[in-house]
């Protein structure tokens, strides 16, 4: 499986730079379309091929075949950033040679404080038996 994981990332990375050029232009060729002329039926009109189709779609359809996409790829890219933010930002115990020698007696001292206590609360344990 961890053979594949990386042609896959490629593959939908690909994919989603696809997705976002096609919407990207097509929007752009629409928006050209549309403010050469005075009105969408004028556009409608004067257009031929994909531009043409897409302009006689009712409102709801562009919205479905356009719109909806476009925010679907941007939720599975935030998603999916922060979910490799999270993966990648980790929080790595600190290692003894990192700390400062005034942080590694602090520890110590800690360290000994809590085994003292430690020793002093089983007793009482051991005494109720």
């Known amino acids: 499986m961890k053979k594949y994981k990386k ?3 490629i593959a939908v990375v690909i994919l989603d730079v696809a997705l976002i050029s ?4 097509i929007s752009i060729m629409i928006l050209i ?3 050469k002329y005075k009105g ?3 556009a409608i009109n004067h ?3 994909l531009i043409k189709a897409i302009l006689q779609l009712p409102q709801v359809g562009s919205f479905f075949a356009f719109v909806m996409p476009m925010f679907l790829v941007l ?9 490799y933010v999270r993966k990648t930002t ?3 115990p600190a290692k003894i040679s990192d700390l400062s020698d005034e942080q590694k007696e602090a520890l110590r001292q800690e360290l000994l404080k809590d085994l003292q206590g430690g020793n002093k609360e ?4 051991e005494d109720n038996k």
């Not at 096609?22 to 232009?25: E, G």
């Open 7 to 9: 042609p896959l990332i």
């Open 22 to 25: 096609f919407f990207l232009v």
């Open 33 to 35: 379309t549309v403010s």
């Open 40 to 42: 969408p039926n004028e």
């Open 47 to 49: 257009s031929s091929g």
């Open 75 to 83: 939720a599975g890219n935030i998603i999916g950033l922060m979910l």
């Open 90 to 92: 980790k929080k790595e």
């Open 122 to 125: 089983e007793k009482p344990a």
